[in-house]
């Protein structure tokens, strides 16, 4: 695979049921073009759930349709982060049951990006300090860090697979 305009990331699986890991293999799998066999451990935030995570190098683009493919279990934890590459940002996928899918562009070290127009957009629907510091909490994805926190440092530590597209 040439690495021109790739780029890489990470995909970290928060808890799954068991009965669901392998389905989250195969999506995994299928978005990378290759098999993707996972060393899932124990989730300490949440006995009975496991948790994996894989790096994976892959098209700019990847980190979307990675999320795309695992949100189809709405009972799993998972973030999906892809790095900054030549001529396009950053981004972060977050999903937790409840709150569902965010998406936010990210800095070269990781921050959240909030443009212009998303600023000016906020301003313009919100009238008084508590709504707008509520939408830009929703903006940077408070809620979701609140529910994925405790299942981050569950991980701490725990094996990191690396994966590479093929084709």
Known sequence: MSTRGSTRGVVYVHSSP???CPHVEWAISGTLGARVDLKWTAQP?????????????APAGTGAKLAAALKAWPMIRFEVTEEP?????????????GLGLWHGRTSANGDIVVGEDQLRALVAMTRGGE???????????ASWDEALEPYRHAGDGAPVTWLHQVG
């Open 45 to 57: 935030a949440s006995p009975g759930q496991l948790r994996a995570e894989c790096g994976w190098r």
């Open 131 to 141: 709504s707008l510091a509520h939408k830009l909490d929703e903006l940077l994805a």
């Open 18 to 20: 068991s009965a669901v």
């Open 85 to 97: 590459s030549a001529g396009v940002d950053g981004e972060r996928f977050c999903f937790a049951p």
